[in-house]
């Protein structure tokens, strides 16, 4: 073990509180919370610094632990709310989007977004406000899309550790980018 | 064939950016957006929120408040180890 890397807690503070923060906020969106779970990352990581073999960095080995975490946060603030996710969240209502035939309600048609000057998707105007957008998402959907989009899982791994069957899994997923696309075309298009 | 409506179209534009869709479901979804606009606008716009959410950053930090607080507490953990 001596030839490999050996883990420096001492340090850990100063050398990765701030990027596994960074990290962290942008995935619950909330200061608070993110600060909790950079603790929780350090300190589990000092209870179990015994299992850290050195075979990665210290860095990533931190990151692995912060990445559960924030997938049992997910899990838990979705459960939370509702009993379980065969139990599709009655709030949304498909019908602000289509007809009875199932086409288009005309204020909820999408609209062009090139050529208005509006295409510079990386932005920061516009990342800011795809994460308002996200936020404002239901907590289903948030889960769901930011563990396939931000933790970026394989649906089954979702479907499995969400406790959610495949076919209600597509029918949240078609919900959240319903509501993000609309969300985002009101604020960056319109506005 | 008939026609599927832009309520099935979209829910199969978001299965398709997961490779989900079966031959005919994919062939329903093909002859749709030919004709629909719409949804040709709502595959690309959902296709770009996607790759957006991943390169979300952020630009914030801890304080040092914060900080001190977090490792206070990693000094309390390692203090009861070496009492231990």
């Known amino acids: 073990m001596s030839w ?36 929780d990352t350090l300190l589990s990581g000092l209870q179990n610094v015994s299992s850290f073999r050195g075979d990665s960095a210290e860095k990533t080995w931190l990151f692995t632990i912060l990445k559960n975490k924030i997938i049992d946060h997910y899990r838990r603030s979705s459960t939370d709310k509702i009993v ?30 090139t050529g208005s000057g509006h295409d510079d998707y990386g932005s920061k105007e516009f990342h800011e406000i795809l994460q308002r957008c996200l936020v404002r998402l239901t907590v289903q959907c948030r889960a769901v899309f ?33 509501m993000l696309r609309r969300c985002i075309e009101k604020n960056w298009i319109e506005s | 064939m008939e026609i599927i409506p832009c309520t099935q179209a979209t829910y199969l534009i978001s299965k398709r950016e997961e490779r989900a869709l079966t031959l005919s479901e994919r062939i329903q ?34 304080t040092e408040e914060e900080k001190r607080k977090i490792q206070e507490e990693l000094d309390a953990i390692g203090l009861n180890r070496r009492n231990e």
């Open chain 1, 4 to 39: 490999k890397e050996k883990a420096a807690p001492q340090r850990w503070v100063e050398n990765f509180s701030d990027s596994l923060f960074r990290y962290a906020i942008v995935r619950v969106n909330d200061r608070e919370t993110a600060r909790d779970l950079v603790q």
């Open chain 1, 84 to 113: 379980s996710f065969e139990d599709l969240d009655e709030s949304f209502n498909l019908g602000d989007y289509f007809d009875k035939e199932g086409e288009w309600n005309e204020s909820a048609r999408p609209i062009s977004w």
């Open chain 1, 146 to 178: 930011s563990m396939k989009y931000l933790e970026e899982l394989e649906s089954d791994e979702i479907c499995k550790r969400l406790s959610v069957s495949a076919s209600n899994y597509w029918v949240i997923m078609h919900r959240a980018k319903l």
């Open chain 2, 29 to 62: 979804l093909f002859v749709h957006l030919i004709i629909c606009e719409f949804c040709r606008r709502f595959l690309e716009q959902t296709k770009i929120i996607s790759k957006e959410a991943r390169r979300l950053v952020s630009e914030e930090s801890l």
